[in-house]
Nanobody, 115 residues
């Protein structure tokens, strides 16, 4: 049974940084493209970044390109999202999942960017 456990969110001022982590179990992690998604209140969940199985290829939404970096450690079954120069519009609940996503989602981690 797949489990997705996100952590690392919090309250940060505009321009600040956070690093999110997601530990994955129940699947062959190294064989799956992984992604970070986010959902702001009243909006649909959107894909923020994704990373290939080896980690050699990454892709980002236009809104975060140049500020966010996705990475993975296949030995630890963990995917990361380094978020720099955060903006108020980055406020959302952040989730990891494979790409394309499972129907199951973890609890997510809340990121709030506010002064």
């Amino acid at each position: 049974q797949v489990q997705l456990v996100e952590s690392g969110g919090g309250l940060v001022q505009p321009g600040g940084s956070l690093r999110l982590s997601c530990v994955v179990s129940g699947i062959s992690f190294r064989l799956n493209i992984m992604g970070w998604y986010r959902q702001a209140p009243g909006k649909q969940r959107e894909l923020v970044a994704r990373i290939s199985t080896s980690g050699s290829t990454t892709d980002y939404a236009d809104s975060v390109r140049g500020r966010f970096t996705i990475s993975r450690d296949n030995a630890l079954n963990t995917v990361y999202l380094q978020m720099n120069n955060l903006k108020p519009e980055d406020t959302a609940a952040y989730y990891c999942n494979r790409f394309p996503s499972f129907s199951y989602w973890g609890q997510g981690t809340q990121v709030t960017v506010s002064s």
